[in-house]
């Protein structure tokens, strides 16, 4: 696997780490953190990240916002929610949004990381696909 770009943006310090420190024993990546959407948004605006893991319930801008922001800056980059304060109305809302997928914090821990191996995969399927469109067109 290529080098994921990885952005972790959640308002608990200390999940953010334990979430780096796995992220980077399994992939060997070292994931940008942030702790606010505004931060994340100022981020992405400066870096193409792959993937972002995104919590929903911050202080300043909601993850959803985020979200819709991101995907206006940048509409490859895969979000997976990670959250402890959602609901089925929530989950539903952030697929039509374009979120790759919605993980609970309660019992999800162990499927956030091939979430995040499937959006970077994902990604790079969009990336190849865009780079073929391009060259098609000057061919």
């Known amino acids: 696997m290529n080098k994921m770009k990885l952005l972790i943006v959640d308002d608990e310090k200390d999940l953010c780490r334990i979430l780096a420190d796995r992220l ?3 992939y060997g990546v070292s994931p940008d953190v942030a702790h606010t ?7 992405v605006k400066k870096k193409s990240y792959d993937v972002v893991v ?3 319930e911050m202080p300043g801008i909601d993850g959803i916002e985020t979200l819709k922001q991101i ?8 979000v997976v929610l990670f959250t402890g304060h959602g609901s089925e ?5 952030a697929e039509v949004m374009g979120a790759f997928s919605y993980v609970d914090k ?11 191996e499937g959006a970077f995969r994902l990604r790079k399927v ?9 060259m098609n067109e000057y061919n």
């Open 24 to 26: 980077n024993i399994l």
């Open 54 to 56: 995104l919590d929903i």
């Open 89 to 93: 109305e929530t989950r539903r809302l």
């Open 126 to 134: 969009l990336e190849d696909t865009y780079a073929d469109a391009a």
């Open 71 to 78: 995907k206006a800056i940048n509409s490859k980059i895969q």
């Open 37 to 43: 959407g505004d931060d994340a948004l100022e981020m």
């Open 106 to 116: 309660i019992d999800g821990l162990p499927k956030l990381a091939p979430m995040i």
